[in-house]
């Protein structure tokens, strides 16, 4: 076992726990405490596959904003920061076949692939990932539209929040 | 690649292990004599009135928002600064546009009187 | 190779060498090698903090026509490490009905913030933790990861006024971050680099302080909200809030929220010359001239970074102790409604230039970046002098008592 597999392995022990976590704790704060590590070891595991641009993204965008305002809207929303009552609902073990057949079906899929199981092999050192994601992100060959297309999708998005809480202030 | 990564997780590694060997070293030899006054609330001298969690303006959330929309946005404008130098002016205008759609949000917000704290 | 020209690869790999030869795998030597060099590096960074207390406390008692710290040592030099054997043995406190967990991560979180930003920081070309190709926004994202850590605080304390300061906090991200990485992206067009070694190696003939003034100034001003330092400090204001977020907090715990606001100043001091003063290097091309090559001495540019940083370091508690806090309403507005559209017009105005001036003789792009920069000011404070004007003239025909609902 090579020292990535042992890092990777880690990590995802990491991200499962950490998303069990945020589901099973009873208090709001702290679901959202177990995120922002469930958020950091995707951010690591976005590190391992030499996706360094996604990995600091991932920490700047959803560690420092999305986790932020989720901890925010917590504390604003809900005196009462413990959950109550059961966790669980009666027919909880139906979920628990469908999540089995989910992860079955998907571990099939995958292992029917010709490539299952393959590394991939590593980038060259004289390749520069990010200068190539720019070229691609603004040339008419490549993906110009998607790049505009997310500056309407911010627009849409910050005018719908903002009429939204303009309405409370009439 | 993988070794710059490998040395930033280190990096963090000893950036948790510095801070928290003199704060074992503190919590072995400082005195511990909890009593409950000394370990009530601070609140200048008075005795705390009610659930330390109150409730907040809205209007932080609105601001935290609105940043979130501008946060992504300079994101993306990281690998389009990139890229001005390889590319004709028309990336310029493209980064112009991108960026144009943005403050008309801006002024959206502006104009509906979302960023006046009161 | 030798160790005045490259002192760390010289170590490096004769510590390397020295592992192999035990017989040591190949990578688990280079992982202790690395990490040998992270704890020097990071003890560097700590005593470097250590002396930051004394130039703190020194500085401001002059600002403040005060002695400071002069007992203890000569010129009170030995008053920091009192200061820590005092800290270290006071009795902790833990509040009643604090979250446990978090209340005694964040302080360690607050510190790994700030370390974190020295495995970046190019101390001099050949004297650096890491060269890494997305830099700049690894500067951001250790910002986020102390953000975290005061929300963290203020809101496990149990405390109002400590929650108080980690609302305020956010307060403070949404009016610092969006200026800052606007600004930061005029140095990585400049450069057309994220590494920080590539942008200072872009100065080494013209910092880009000169070709965008305005992005320097913006940069610093977020940078200072960034650090919550006065007249951004909302997150403390002892006035109003006795300590904001961390009023809790007690022995090496508070320490570290101390220790770690002090170095997070002057690691911004750093970036600050990183990204617009030449970093280590940036003499205008004096170092190509014969006589002047131990200007390229590994040793000569750590000591020359320093000295930026510090000088960095002395703007910011300049400002700091001389501005009066902002009020939380003044520093949204200024932020959203004159930093933000600012940094933007910065930024639409360099890329626009760099592409238009590029085939120019350097002396002719440098002037042209530099004017346009003056043309955006002037236009800017013909703007605002006209709305201060027009303000002005509506106050004045309202009757008194208006004014005062």
């Not at chain 3, 960095?312 to 309403?329: E, L, Q, T």
């Amino acid at each position: 076992m090579t020292a990535d597999k042992v890092i990777f392995l880690l990590c995802a022990a990491l991200i499962l726990g950490s998303a069990l976590m945020v589901v099973l704790t009873r208090k709001l704060i702290h679901a959202a405490l177990w995120l922002v590590s469930v958020l950091f070891g995707v951010a690591v595991l976005y590190a391992l596959l030499q996706a360094g641009f996604l990995a600091v993204v991932q920490v700047v965008i959803y560690i420092g904003a999305i986790a932020v305002l989720f901890i925010f809207a917590v504390m604003l929303t809900r005196r009462e920061l413990l959950d109550r009552g059961p966790q669980t609902r009666s027919n909880w073990w139906i979920a628990a076949i469908l999540a089995l057949l989910i992860l079955g079906g998907l571990v099939f899929l995958i292992l029917g692939q010709p490539e299952a199981g393959r590394s991939a092999a590593a980038i060259p050192a004289t390749v520069d990932t990010l200068r190539n994601l720019g070229m691609a992100l603004v040339s008419p060959s490549a993906y110009v539209l998607p790049f505009e297309v997310a500056s309407v999708l911010l627009l849409a998005a910050l005018v719908g929040a903002v009429y939204i809480a303009g309405i409370g202030k009439k | 690649m993988q070794s710059e990564w490998l040395y930033v997780g280190l990096f963090l590694l000893v950036g948790i292990i510095v801070p928290v060997v003199p704060l074992a070293f503190a919590a072995l030899i400082s005195p511990r004599k909890p009593n409950p006054i000394k370990q009530s609330t601070y609140e200048c001298g008075i005795e705390t009135v009610g659930d330390s969690w109150v409730q907040f303006k809205a209007q932080y959330y609105i601001f935290a928002l609105v940043f979130l929309v501008f946060d992504v946005e300079t994101v993306f404008l990281f690998p389009w600064a990139l890229s001005l130098k390889q590319l004709p002016l028309y990336v310029v205008m493209e980064g112009i546009i991108f960026i144009a759609i943005l403050v008309a949000g801006l002024v959206y917000t502006w104009r509906k009187g979302l960023l006046e704290w009161v | 190779m030798n160790f005045l020209n490259d002192p760390i690869n010289f170590v490096a790999s004769w510590l390397h060498g020295l592992l192999t030869g035990w017989r040591l795998p190949d990578g688990l030597a280079t992982v202790i090698v690395y990490f040998i060099g992270i704890v020097v590096l990071v003890i560097f960074a700590m005593t470097l903090d250590i002396g930051l207390v004394w130039v703190e406390r020194k500085v401001v008692a002059r600002f403040q026509d005060r002695l400071g710290p002069n007992r203890i040592g000569p010129f009170g030099l030995i008053q920091p490490v009192a200061d820590i054997i005092k800290l270290v043995i006071k009795e902790d406190i833990t509040p009643a009905g604090a979250d446990k967990i978090i209340y005694n991560i964040a302080p360690v979180l607050a510190a790994m913030s700030v370390i974190a930003l020295w495995a970046i920081l190019p101390l001099s070309s050949k004297i650096f933790g890491v060269d890494l190709n997305v830099a700049v926004l690894y500067l951001v994202a250790a910002g986020a990861l102390g953000t975290l850590a005061i929300i963290m605080a203020g809101w496990s304390s149990n405390n109002k006024y400590a929650l108080l300061g980690a609302f305020r906090m956010v307060a403070n991200i949404v009016s610092y971050e969006i200026p800052m990485v606007v600004t930061l992206l005029i140095p990585v067009i400049l450069a057309d680099t994220m590494s920080v070694q590539g942008i200072t190696q872009a100065q080494s003939g013209m910092w880009f302080a000169i070709l965008s003034p305005l992005a320097a100034i913006i940069f610093l001003i977020s940078a200072i909200a960034e650090l919550g330092r006065s007249p951004f400090d909302l997150t403390e204001a002892e006035s109003e809030l006795t300590a904001g977020f961390n009023v809790e907090y007690s022995g090496m715990k508070f320490g570290w929220f101390y220790a770690s606001e002090l170095l997070h100043a002057f690691t911004y001091g750093g970036f600050m010359a990183v990204m617009f003063f030449g970093g280590y290097g940036g003499f205008f091309g004096l170092e190509t001239i014969p006589g002047f090559h131990w200007l390229t001495n590994p040793f000569v540019e750590a000591l020359v970074f320093i000295a930026k940083g510090m000088l960095g370091y002395w703007v910011i508690m300049w400002i700091k102790y001389s501005m009066p806090r902002i009020r939380i309403d003044h520093m949204l507005a200024f932020n959203w409604k004159f930093l933000t559209p600012l940094s933007l017009v910065v930024l639409v105005d360099t890329a626009v230039l760099s592409k238009l001036l590029s085939g120019l003789p350097a002396w002719e792009y440098v002037l042209g970046m530099f004017l346009s920069n003056v043309i955006i000011a002037v236009i800017t404070v013909e703007i605002l002098r006209g709305y201060g004007r027009k303000q002005r003239l509506a106050e004045e025909r309202l009757p008194a008592q208006a004014v005062h609902n």
